[in-house]
């Protein structure tokens, strides 16, 4: 399976070839820490556990922290 994937702090998009389905299996895969990016497909965020489709657009966001 695959995935088109945008890494806005990067700015860059490239395609990922995933064995699993999950969010977590391509944070995982792009060892990303799931706390530190919000993962996007069609305006609405995704949690670890939600399933990812053959040809997804997924947009990886940065999480902003400061005091």
Do not use: C, W
Request: charged share 35%.
């Amino acid at each position: 399976m695959y995935v088109e994937v945008f890494n806005e702090r990067e700015q860059t998009a490239t395609n990922v070839e995933l064995e699993g389905r999950k969010v977590k299996d391509l944070l995982n895969k792009l060892k990303l820490n799931p706390e530190a990016f919000l993962v996007i497909r069609n305006d609405e965020v995704l949690t670890e556990d939600e399933t990812l489709h053959d040809h997804d657009r997924i947009e990886l966001l940065s999480v902003i922290s400061g005091g």
